[in-house]
C-alpha cells in the first residue's frame, strides 16, 4: 500500500501545481507574471498525461507547450505596450459574477460526471511508452489528419509571419517591390534595436555630463 | 466501400487540387512579379475542385482514410457547393480595389487553404478530423479578417474573432472528449451505434457534451448566443473574406453539424424521418436557438447604417431559417436546408457584389453610398440589388421565396406552429431593412456631391449571372430541388 | 511506466531542495549591509541601463512563432520515426518513408517562404522613400530611393 498511496501524493502533487498555476494565470495583476505561472500550469498538465500513461503526450507538452507556446506567450508580453507600467497591464474585473458563472458550471458538471458511467475497453496495466502506438496510428487510421496537419501548420506559418511582419508602405500607400531595393552606404546604417537605443541614449548622456 | 489512404487519392482530386494549389501559389508568388497570374491560378484552382467534385458524384459511396471522411452525396453536393463559394470569393477578390495593395501571394495562399479545411468540414466522418478541419478553417478566417493590416477596424475583428473561436473550439473539444469518452470511440457511426442504448445515469453528462459541441458548430454557423463575433467581424473583414465567410465557412459548419447530430445523434427511421437517441432531445434546444437567432438578427439589422453590418446581421437572421430546417427530423427538412443555402449562395453573394462594386466606386459601405444609385449611372447594379434584397427577404418571384417556401413546409408538416409563427413575423420584419435599401437606391434622389457609378464589367457581370440564377430558381426551381434530394444520403458503414 | 517518471518527480524535488538550502545556508553565513550600488543588477561591469522590462522587437516573436511551428513538426515526426524500423521490418518502409517526405515537404516549402521572404534575416532591409527635393527626378511620384539597414 505504500507505493500506491505515494503515487496519490504525487497525483495531488501535481494537480495542485497546475491549479497553482492556474490561479496565478488568473489573479495576478502584474502580466509577466501571469505568463510565468502559466509554466507551472502546463508543467503541472504534463505531470497528469504521466498519470495517465500518456507519456508521449506528456513529452509534447514540455516541448511544444513549455519550450514553445510560453516563450511566444512571454514574447508577446514583451511586446505590450507600457509593460513597465504592471498596474494597468492586467487588471481583473468583475470577479463575483465570473465566481458565480465559473462555480455554477463546475458544480453542474461536477455533478453530472459523477453518475456518468464512461466507457472502458478491458485492458490492464499499460507498460510500454505510448509513443510506438500513436507512430502506428499516425501511419495508419490517422494518416490523413497527419498529413492535413502539415497543411494546416503551413498555413498558419504563412498567416501568422504575414500578420506579424515589419514593414514599410510608401506615403502613397504603394508597397514598395522588394526587388528595387538599393543597399545603402556605411553612413546611413541605423541602429534601432532597444539596447543600442539604449547605449546611443547613454552616449549622448555622457557627452553631455561633460 | 472503406478504404484505406492510397486507394483513397483517386477519390479525393478536389482536395488534391486545392492543397497543390495552396503550395503551389505561395510558391509561384516567391518567383513572379507579375502577381495577379496567383488569383487567376486561384480561380482555376476553385474551378478544377468544383468540377472534380462533380465527376466524383457518379461514384461509389463509401468511407475514404480508413474512415476519417465519407464520400457521399451528401459530400459531393457540399464540396461542390463549397468550392463555388471559394471560386466566388477568389474572384471577388480579384475584382475588389480594397485589396490591391495587399500580399497576393499569402492571401489567396490562405484562401484556398481555408477552402481545403471546408471540404473536410463536410465530409468528415470522426470527431478529431471535424475538430481539426474546423480548426483549419478558423485559423485561416483569422488571418483573412485581418489581412488588410493598415485597417484597425480588421485588427479589432481578428482579434475578437479569435479571442471568440478559442473560447468556443475549446468548449467543443471538452465536449467531444466527453463524448469520446462515453462512447470510446471517435467515429460517428460507432458513437451513434453505442449511444443508442439509453443510459439514466449518462443522460446529464451526455447533454453537457452536446451542448458544448453546439458552441463550436454555433460559433460557426452563427447562432444565437454564440453569435457576437460575427457583426463586427463581418464589418471588419475585406469584402470578399465577409462573404466568403457568410456563405463557404457557414456553409461548411451546417455541414458538418449535421453529419455530427444526424449521424452521430440519431437515427433514420422509416419514410424520410428521424429520431434522435433516447434521453437526448437536442431539437428543442435549437429551436428555441433557431427561433432567437432569427428575431435578434431581424430586430438588430433594422437599426444598422452600415449596408455591411446589416448584412452581417441578416446572415445571423438567416442562419436561423435554415436551423429551421434541422430541428424538424426529416429529409424534408434537411431537403429544405440544403436547397436554402444553395439560393442563398446567390442571393447573398449577389448582394455582396453589388456592395463590393459601391465600395470600389466610392470607398463606403454605408447606406448613403446607396442614395440614389439607380439615377447615378448604377441602374443596373442597383436592379440586381434590387432582386437580391427582394429575394434575402422571401419575397416572390425568387429563390430564396422558394427556399423558405420549402423551410416553411416542413416545419408546419411537424405541427411545429410556433416557430413557424416566429419564422413568419420575422419575414415580415426583415422585408423592412431590405426594402430600406431598394427605397435609397430608387426613391431617394442623389445629391451632386455622389459620384457617378462607375464599374467594371466583370463584377457586373458577376451580379448578372447571380441575379439571374436568383430569378431562374425562383421560377424554376425543379432541378436545384432534385439535386438537393438526391444528395440526402449519409454514408454510415 | 510511472515508476520510471518518478524519477523526474525526485530530480525536481532535489533540485528544488537543492537550492533552497544553499540560498538559506548561504543567508546564515553572509555579512549583510546593503547599499545602494550594491544592489543594482551586475551586468558584466556596465553600468545598468533602465528597466529589463522594456518593449522587445517584433523580430523575437516572428522568429519564436516559426520556431513554434516546427517545433510542432518535430512532435508529429518523432513517434513516427519511433516507429519507423519496424515499419521497414514488415517491409512498408517506403510507405511511411512517403509519408514523412510528404509531410516535411509541405513544410519546407513554409520554410523556403520565410526565408526568401528574409523573415529569418535579423538584419533586415527596410526601404525608405528619398525626398523629393533629393532627387527631382523622382519627384512626380514619390519611389523608393534608398534601402537603411535596420539592425533590429
Not at chain 1, 517591390?177 to 556605411?186: A, S, V
Not at chain 3, 511506466?1 to 538550502?21: I, K, P, R, S
Given at each position: 500500500?505504500e507505493?500506491f498511496?505515494?503515487?496519490v501524493?504525487?497525483?495531488?502533487?501535481?494537480?495542485?501545481?497546475?491549479?497553482?498555476?492556474a490561479?496565478?494565470v488568473?489573479?495576478t495583476?502584474?502580466?509577466?507574471?501571469?505568463a510565468?505561472s502559466?509554466?507551472v500550469?502546463?508543467?503541472?498538465?504534463a505531470g497528469?498525461y504521466i498519470?495517465?500513461?500518456?507519456?508521449?503526450v506528456?513529452?509534447v507538452q514540455?516541448?511544444v507547450?513549455?519550450?514553445?507556446?510560453?516563450?511566444l506567450?512571454?514574447?508577446?508580453?514583451?511586446?505590450?505596450?507600457?509593460?513597465?507600467?504592471?498596474?494597468?497591464?492586467?487588471?481583473?474585473?468583475?470577479r463575483?459574477?465570473?465566481?458565480?458563472?465559473?462555480?455554477?458550471?463546475?458544480?453542474?458538471?461536477?455533478?453530472?460526471?459523477?453518475?456518468?458511467e464512461f466507457f472502458?475497453t478491458?485492458?490492464?496495466?499499460?507498460?510500454e511508452?505510448?509513443?510506438?502506438g500513436?507512430?502506428n496510428?499516425l501511419?495508419?487510421?490517422?494518416?490523413l489528419?497527419?498529413?492535413?496537419?502539415?497543411?494546416v501548420?503551413l498555413?498558419?506559418?504563412?498567416?501568422?509571419v504575414?500578420?506579424?511582419?515589419k514593414?514599410v508602405?510608401?506615403?502613397?500607400?504603394?508597397?514598395?517591390?522588394?526587388?528595387?531595393t538599393?543597399?545603402?552606404t556605411?553612413?546611413?546604417?541605423?541602429m534601432?534595436?532597444?539596447r543600442?537605443?539604449?547605449?546611443g541614449?547613454?552616449a549622448k548622456?555622457?557627452?553631455?555630463?561633460? | 466501400?472503406n478504404?484505406?489512404?492510397?486507394?483513397s487519392?483517386?477519390?479525393?482530386?478536389?482536395?488534391?487540387i486545392?492543397?497543390?494549389?495552396?503550395?503551389?501559389?505561395?510558391m509561384l508568388?516567391?518567383?513572379?512579379?507579375?502577381?495577379?497570374?496567383?488569383?487567376?491560378?486561384?480561380?482555376?484552382?476553385?474551378g478544377?475542385?468544383?468540377?472534380?467534385?462533380?465527376?466524383?458524384?457518379?461514384a461509389?459511396?463509401?468511407?475514404?482514410f480508413?474512415q476519417?471522411?465519407?464520400?457521399?452525396?451528401?459530400a459531393?453536393?457540399?464540396k461542390?457547393?463549397?468550392?463555388l463559394?471559394?471560386?466566388?470569393a477568389?474572384?471577388?477578390?480579384?475584382?475588389?480595389?480594397?485589396?490591391?495593395?495587399?500580399h497576393?501571394?499569402?492571401?489567396?495562399?490562405?484562401?484556398l487553404?481555408?477552402?481545403?479545411?471546408t471540404?473536410?468540414?463536410?465530409?468528415?466522418?470522426?470527431?478529431?478530423?471535424?475538430?481539426?478541419?474546423?480548426?483549419?478553417?478558423?485559423?485561416?478566417?483569422?488571418?483573412?479578417?485581418?489581412f488588410?493590416r493598415a485597417s484597425?477596424?480588421?485588427?479589432?475583428?481578428?482579434l475578437?474573432?479569435?479571442?471568440?473561436?478559442?473560447?468556443?473550439?475549446g468548449a467543443?473539444?471538452?465536449?467531444?472528449?466527453?463524448?469520446?469518452?462515453?462512447a470510446?470511440?471517435?467515429?460517428?457511426?460507432?458513437?451513434?451505434?453505442r449511444?443508442?442504448?439509453?443510459?439514466?445515469?449518462?443522460?446529464?453528462?451526455?447533454?453537457?457534451?452536446?451542448?458544448?459541441?453546439?458552441?463550436?458548430?454555433?460559433?460557426?454557423?452563427s447562432?444565437?448566443?454564440?453569435?457576437?463575433?460575427?457583426?463586427d467581424?463581418?464589418q471588419?473583414?475585406?469584402?470578399?473574406?465577409?462573404a466568403?465567410?457568410?456563405?463557404?465557412?457557414?456553409?461548411?459548419?451546417?455541414a458538418?453539424?449535421?453529419?455530427f447530430?444526424y449521424?452521430?445523434?440519431s437515427?433514420?427511421?422509416?419514410?424520410?424521418?428521424?429520431?434522435?437517441?433516447?434521453?437526448?432531445?437536442?431539437?428543442?434546444?435549437?429551436v428555441?436557438?433557431?427561433?432567437?437567432?432569427?428575431?435578434?438578427?431581424?430586430?438588430?439589422?433594422?437599426?444598422?447604417?452600415?449596408?455591411?453590418?446589416?448584412l452581417?446581421?441578416?446572415?445571423i437572421?438567416?442562419?436561423g431559417?435554415?436551423l429551421?430546417?434541422?430541428?424538424?427530423l426529416?429529409?424534408?427538412?434537411l431537403r429544405?436546408?440544403?436547397?436554402?443555402?444553395?439560393?442563398?449562395?446567390?442571393?447573398?453573394?449577389?448582394?455582396?457584389?453589388?456592395?463590393?462594386?459601391?465600395?470600389?466606386?466610392?470607398?463606403?459601405?454605408?447606406?448613403?453610398?446607396?442614395r440614389?444609385?439607380?439615377?447615378r449611372?448604377?441602374?443596373?447594379?442597383?436592379?440586381?440589388?434590387?432582386v437580391f434584397?427582394?429575394?434575402l427577404?422571401?419575397?416572390?418571384?425568387?429563390?430564396?421565396?422558394?427556399?423558405?417556401f420549402?423551410?416553411?413546409?416542413?416545419?408546419?408538416?411537424?405541427?411545429?406552429?410556433?416557430l413557424?409563427?416566429?419564422a413568419?413575423?420575422?419575414?415580415?420584419?426583415s422585408?423592412?431593412?431590405?426594402?430600406?435599401?431598394?427605397r435609397t437606391m430608387?426613391?431617394?434622389?442623389?445629391?451632386k456631391?455622389?459620384?457617378v457609378?462607375?464599374t467594371?464589367?466583370?463584377?457586373?457581370a458577376?451580379?448578372?449571372?447571380?441575379a439571374?440564377?436568383?430569378?431562374?430558381?425562383?421560377?424554376?426551381?425543379?432541378?436545384?430541388?432534385?439535386?438537393?434530394?438526391?444528395s440526402?444520403?449519409?454514408?454510415r458503414? | 511506466m510511472?515508476?520510471?517518471y518518478?524519477?523526474?518527480?525526485?530530480f525536481?524535488?532535489?533540485?528544488?531542495?537543492?537550492c533552497?538550502?544553499?540560498?538559506?545556508?548561504?543567508?546564515?553565513?553572509?555579512p549583510?549591509?546593503?547599499?545602494?550600488?550594491?544592489?543594482?543588477?551586475?551586468e558584466?561591469?556596465e553600468?545598468?541601463?533602465?528597466d529589463?522590462?522594456?518593449?522587445?522587437?517584433i523580430r523575437?516573436?516572428?522568429?519564436?512563432l516559426i520556431?513554434?511551428i516546427?517545433d510542432?513538426?518535430?512532435?508529429?515526426?518523432?513517434?513516427?520515426?519511433?516507429?519507423?524500423?519496424?515499419?521497414?521490418?514488415?517491409?512498408?518502409?517506403l510507405?511511411?518513408?512517403?509519408?514523412?517526405?510528404i509531410?516535411?515537404?509541405?513544410?519546407?516549402?513554409?520554410?523556403?517562404?520565410?526565408?526568401?521572404?528574409?523573415?529569418?534575416q535579423?538584419?533586415?532591409?527596410?526601404?525608405?522613400?528619398?525626398?523629393p527635393?533629393?532627387?527631382?527626378?523622382?519627384?512626380?511620384?514619390?519611389?523608393?530611393?534608398?534601402?537603411?539597414?535596420?539592425a533590429d
Amino acid at each position: 500500500m505504500e507505493e500506491f498511496s505515494l503515487s496519490v501524493a504525487a497525483f495531488y502533487f501535481m494537480a495542485g501545481l497546475t491549479l497553482l498555476g492556474a490561479g496565478g494565470v488568473v489573479f495576478t495583476e502584474n502580466i509577466v507574471y501571469s505568463a510565468l505561472s502559466l509554466m507551472v500550469s502546463f508543467f503541472g498538465v504534463a505531470g497528469l498525461y504521466i498519470f495517465l500513461n500518456a507519456d508521449f503526450v506528456a513529452g509534447v507538452q514540455v516541448l511544444v507547450y513549455v519550450g514553445g507556446v510560453l516563450v511566444l506567450t512571454l514574447f508577446a508580453v514583451m511586446l505590450t505596450h507600457q509593460i513597465a507600467e504592471i498596474e494597468v497591464s492586467n487588471k481583473s474585473v468583475g470577479r463575483v459574477p465570473a465566481l458565480l458563472i465559473c462555480g455554477g458550471l463546475f458544480l453542474v458538471i461536477a455533478k453530472a460526471l459523477r453518475g456518468a458511467e464512461f466507457f472502458t475497453t478491458p485492458g490492464g496495466q499499460v507498460s510500454e511508452s505510448s509513443t510506438y502506438g500513436i507512430g502506428n496510428l499516425l501511419l495508419r487510421e490517422y494518416i490523413l489528419p497527419f498529413e492535413l496537419a502539415s497543411v494546416v501548420l503551413l498555413a498558419v506559418l504563412v498567416g501568422a509571419v504575414v500578420l506579424s511582419r515589419k514593414e514599410v508602405i510608401a506615403p502613397d500607400g504603394t508597397p514598395v517591390p522588394e526587388r528595387e531595393t538599393i543597399p545603402l552606404t556605411e553612413g546611413q546604417r541605423v541602429m534601432s534595436s532597444p539596447r543600442a537605443a539604449l547605449a546611443g541614449a547613454a552616449a549622448k548622456q555622457k557627452v553631455s555630463d561633460v | 466501400m472503406n478504404l484505406s489512404s492510397v486507394e483513397s487519392l483517386a477519390y479525393s482530386l478536389p482536395e488534391l487540387i486545392l492543397v497543390f494549389a495552396t503550395v503551389g501559389i505561395l510558391m509561384l508568388d516567391l518567383l513572379i512579379t507579375r502577381k495577379r497570374i496567383l488569383g487567376e491560378l486561384a480561380l482555376c484552382a476553385c474551378g478544377g475542385a468544383a468540377l472534380a467534385s462533380a465527376l466524383l458524384a457518379g461514384a461509389e459511396q463509401g468511407y475514404l482514410f480508413n474512415q476519417m471522411v465519407a464520400l457521399d452525396g451528401f459530400a459531393i453536393f457540399f464540396k461542390l457547393f463549397l468550392s463555388l463559394s471559394a471560386f466566388a470569393a477568389v474572384y471577388m477578390s480579384l475584382g475588389s480595389r480594397e485589396l490591391d495593395n495587399e500580399h497576393p501571394g499569402e492571401y489567396y495562399t490562405l484562401l484556398l487553404a481555408a477552402a481545403t479545411g471546408t471540404f473536410y468540414m463536410a465530409s468528415a466522418t470522426n470527431l478529431l478530423m471535424a475538430y481539426l478541419a474546423l480548426e483549419f478553417v478558423s485559423l485561416t478566417s483569422y488571418v483573412l479578417t485581418g489581412f488588410i493590416r493598415a485597417s484597425r477596424r480588421g485588427s479589432e475583428a481578428a482579434l475578437k474573432y479569435l479571442i471568440y473561436g478559442g473560447v468556443a473550439s475549446g468548449a467543443m473539444v471538452y465536449g467531444m472528449s466527453l463524448i469520446f469518452g462515453l462512447a470510446g470511440s471517435l467515429d460517428y457511426a460507432t458513437i451513434g451505434e453505442r449511444l443508442l442504448v439509453p443510459s439514466e445515469a449518462n443522460g446529464p453528462i451526455l447533454f453537457i457534451a452536446v451542448l458544448l459541441v453546439l458552441a463550436g458548430f454555433g460559433y460557426k454557423i452563427s447562432m444565437v448566443p454564440f453569435h457576437m463575433w460575427s457583426p463586427d467581424v463581418y464589418q471588419g473583414a475585406p469584402l470578399p473574406v465577409t462573404a466568403y465567410l457568410s456563405v463557404g465557412s457557414k456553409a461548411a459548419g451546417f455541414a458538418m453539424m449535421i453529419r455530427f447530430f444526424y449521424v452521430a445523434l440519431s437515427h433514420a427511421g422509416a419514410g424520410g424521418v428521424w429520431a434522435t437517441i433516447e434521453g437526448l432531445e437536442w431539437p428543442n434546444l435549437i429551436v428555441l436557438g433557431s427561433i432567437i437567432t432569427m428575431t435578434l438578427g431581424n430586430l438588430a439589422a433594422l437599426r444598422q447604417d452600415n449596408v455591411k453590418r446589416l448584412l452581417a446581421y441578416s446572415s445571423i437572421a438567416h442562419a436561423g431559417y435554415i436551423l429551421m430546417g434541422f430541428v424538424v427530423l426529416s429529409d424534408a427538412g434537411l431537403r429544405a436546408m440544403l436547397f436554402y443555402i444553395a439560393t442563398y449562395y446567390l442571393m447573398n453573394l449577389g448582394a455582396f457584389t453589388v456592395l463590393m462594386m459601391v465600395l470600389n466606386n466610392s470607398d463606403r459601405e454605408d447606406m448613403e453610398a446607396f442614395r440614389g444609385l439607380a439615377w447615378r449611372g448604377g441602374a443596373l447594379p442597383a436592379a440586381a440589388m434590387a432582386v437580391f434584397m427582394f429575394s434575402l427577404a422571401g419575397v416572390p418571384p425568387f429563390a430564396g421565396f422558394i427556399g423558405k417556401f420549402y423551410l416553411f413546409a416542413a416545419v408546419i408538416d411537424k405541427e411545429m406552429w410556433m416557430l413557424a409563427i416566429v419564422a413568419a413575423l420575422n419575414s415580415v420584419v426583415s422585408l423592412y431593412y431590405y426594402a430600406r435599401i431598394v427605397r435609397t437606391m430608387y426613391l431617394d434622389q442623389p445629391l451632386k456631391s455622389d459620384p457617378v457609378m462607375t464599374t467594371d464589367w466583370h463584377s457586373g457581370a458577376f451580379a448578372g449571372v447571380l441575379a439571374v440564377g436568383t430569378i431562374v430558381f425562383g421560377v424554376y426551381w425543379r432541378p436545384l430541388i432534385d439535386l438537393a434530394d438526391k444528395s440526402l444520403v449519409f454514408f454510415r458503414g | 511506466m510511472q515508476f520510471e517518471y518518478a524519477n523526474v518527480l525526485v530530480f525536481l524535488g532535489l533540485g528544488l531542495f537543492l537550492c533552497a538550502f544553499m540560498m538559506g545556508l548561504g543567508s546564515l553565513v553572509r555579512p549583510h549591509n546593503p547599499e545602494r550600488k550594491k544592489l543594482t543588477t551586475y551586468e558584466c561591469g556596465e553600468e545598468v541601463q533602465g528597466d529589463s522590462w522594456i518593449n522587445f522587437n517584433i523580430r523575437f516573436y516572428l522568429v519564436a512563432l516559426i520556431f513554434l511551428i516546427f517545433d510542432i513538426e518535430v512532435a508529429f515526426i518523432y513517434p513516427v520515426v519511433a516507429v519507423f524500423k519496424q515499419w521497414v521490418a514488415d517491409g512498408n518502409g517506403l510507405f511511411a518513408l512517403t509519408e514523412i517526405f510528404i509531410f516535411i515537404s509541405i513544410l519546407v516549402a513554409g520554410l523556403v517562404y520565410v526565408w526568401t521572404k528574409g523573415d529569418l534575416q535579423w538584419i533586415m532591409k527596410v526601404v525608405v522613400p528619398v525626398k523629393p527635393a533629393d532627387d527631382p527626378k523622382q519627384s512626380q511620384s514619390p519611389k523608393v530611393g534608398g534601402t537603411i539597414y535596420v539592425a533590429d
